[in-house]
């Protein structure tokens, strides 16, 4: 697989642009560093040359002092090449880290549920990676290191006319070879890179699931699905760096040959007095200075191999496309919401339904309850409201404005969803609060805490705000849902949907939650999902789902007073024993 030079243009083009001085310093001073490259075998050479016919100790001691000087003048160019070159390499791929991260984040649902997020991250961090010396000083050091090559040549060639066409008929050769060995190099590492996703991918999904899978004794299972990945891995990375060890083999004997032919030539030639000493040394020397960069263009060639599928799977993931587009933007300005569903269809997979039909209206500042078995679509239904899918039929409007003609943005404004398993970062109480939100203030949180009734809760945090939450622990189920409600407030949204979001609570905590739940739905539109019967005591209005459908839906007290209706079985008997 080929990569096309526009592709790599392109991206040296959107992510250089920014680094432009930075590259042009890094180029002038590594062409600062070649022509030292060429000057000091020079001076050795006049030097050798120079004890031969006998000239003045002062030049000789001149001599050398420049040759020190230009050795330690090298090394100083080296130093700053680095920083140039690691400054411009991490401030590009950082940027592209947060493009990919950005696209992402702007993807429908539908793509974190076909890849597995150790997959993702090894995206957009382990492709990247792979791109760094490709941004860092890739392109420069190799136009450098073909300039250096053709100076070796014309400073021979100026020496000598044969010892300098000897040396471009090697040279020549030699990247002929280093091209011809390339083969399938690129879609080797693209396999390569491929599996490593998966690997990653694997080992992301199964370290969350810890727990589940030392409670089911199923580590010898996963085990075996470890080493299944593993023995798939090992061919195609074995495959993917014998591509470059193959190049290196074939560049080890073209050394040989080329310190072979230029051992007999100088000899030849000094022996014949077409030559001095001096030269020959200046012969043998350029031959190992041209080792070097012949080394590391192989080496860059297979930087850009690795470069060319990383660049391949990152445009991959930039040319996902999100299936919630936008189309003739409106706003919703009023205050509150009503919510229209309107024969709404919907499945993940295909042929495989999980809503059928679903109409219903919630009016502005009302509450609708939910109420269902597992599996029979609440969940999905609240997905939809908050758009993180469309629906494969029907419409859903807020204030007869269809979803699809409000921004992403605007309709995370104006809908919180609260589930039952709230994410919490290793970070403070207050960045978990706010989502990292530097600009509210900590006196408006304070206040939103004591006005939901939070107050014993956050006088009992060790250090308040600053509080630190550690990831996958240092906060009881109850505690991490009344920071969520916390977030949700400061929010200050138009519609609420409460997923089973006190389905884990203790009683006690559960009374806590129920008091900020008061203060939370005060004039706001909300929908509550529960399985619990007590859990929609507040609604206005009862839907009861089954199977994906309407199974019944109206004014909670009509519904209660109607002894023929499903809610007044389920109150009687119980939501198992008569949804089933």
């Keep these: 697989m080929k990569l096309s030079f526009n592709k790599y243009k392109n991206l040296l083009s959107i992510y250089l642009k920014n680094s432009k001085w930075l590259m042009a310093g890094l180029a002038v001073i590594m062409t600062g560093s070649i022509i030292i490259q060429l000057m000091n075998p020079q001076i050795v050479s006049w030097f050798i040359d120079g004890i031969g016919a006998g000239k003045p100790t002062k030049m000789l001691i001149a001599a050398a002092a420049i040759f020190i000087a230009a050795a330690f003048g090298q090394q100083l160019l080296d130093i700053v090449a680095t920083y140039l ?43 990247v990676t792979a791109l760094f010396n490709f941004f860092s000083k890739l392109l420069v050091s ?37 091209f011809k060995t390339q083969g399938k190099a690129v879609e080797n590492y693209k396999n390569n890179r491929e599996i490593t996703a998966k690997f990653y991918g694997f080992l992301g999904e199964h370290i969350a699931s810890t727990e589940d899978i030392r409670a089911n004794g199923a580590g010898n299972y996963i085990m075996n699905r470890f080493y299944a990945l593993l023995q798939k891995w090992l061919p195609l990375r074995v495959t993917a760096n014998l591509s470059g060890y193959k190049i290196w083999i074939t560049l080890v004997g073209v050394y040989g040959i080329g310190n072979v032919m230029i051992f007999a030539l100088g000899g030849y030639l000094w022996y014949t007095n077409q030559i001095t000493i001096g030269t020959v040394y200046l012969m043998i020397n350029y031959m190992q200075l041209i080792e070097r960069p012949l080394e590391q263009l192989k080496e860059q060639l297979q930087d850009i191999q690795k470069a060319s599928a990383s660049i391949i799977r990152i445009e991959e993931m930039l040319q996902m496309k999100s299936k919630l587009e936008v189309v003739n933007q409106e706003s919703i300005k009023n205050e509150a919401v009503s919510l229209q569903i309107n024969k709404v269809c919907f499945e993940y997979e295909e042929n495989s339904p999980v809503l059928k039909d679903v109409s219903f ?63 919490l970062f290793h970070a403070s109480v207050r960045d978990n609060i706010t989502f990292f939100n530097n600009k509210i203030e900590d006196e408006v949180i304070l206040k939103t805490i004591y006005e939901m ?15 630190i939450l550690k990831p996958g622990g240092g906060m009881s189920s109850g505690e991490a849902q009344l920071l969520t409600l916390v977030r949700v407030f400061l929010k200050n949204p138009k ?57 019944e839906y109206g004014v909670r007290e009509k519904l209660l007073e109607d002894s023929q209706s499903k809610l007044s079985e389920l109150m009687k008997y119980g939501i198992e024993e008569v949804l089933v």
Excluded at 390 to 407: C, Q, T
């Design 85 to 127: 070159s690691q400054n411009i390499g991490w401030s590009t791929t950082n940027q592209l880290r947060l493009d990919l991260v950005r696209h992402c984040l702007g993807l429908d649902m539908t793509y974190f549920k076909e890849h597995q997020s150790g997959e993702i991250v090894e995206r957009i961090d382990g492709d």
């Design 142 to 178: 190799f136009l450098n290191n073909i300039l250096l090559m053709a100076g070796i040549i014309l400073l021979l060639i100026i020496k000598n006319i044969t010892v300098g066409l000897t040396f471009t008929v090697f040279i020549i050769l030699a990247l002929i070879v280093i």
């Design 361 to 423: 209206e919630l009016p502005m500042g009302k509450i609708l309850g939910i109420l269902g078995h597992t599996g029979c679509g609440k969940t999905t239904l609240a997905r939809l409201i908050v758009r993180f899918y469309d629906p494969v039929s029907g419409e859903i409007r807020l204030n007869n404005v269809s979803l699809k003609s409000i921004a992403q943005r605007d309709l995370r404004d104006i809908i919180a969803y609260v589930t039952q398993d709230v994410q």
């Design 453 to 467: 009734g939070l107050g014993d809760w956050y006088e009992n945090l060790g250090e308040g705000l600053n509080t």
């Design 495 to 551: 519609l609420v949907i409460l997923d089973e979001a006190s389905s884990r609570l203790d009683p006690v905590t559960e009374k806590l939650v129920d008091r900020a739940f008061e203060k939370l739905l005060l004039g706001r539109s909300c929908i509550i999902i529960a399985h619990r019967l007590g859990t929609v005591q507040k609604a206005d209005n009862i839907m009861i789902l089954e199977q994906g459908r309407v199974l």
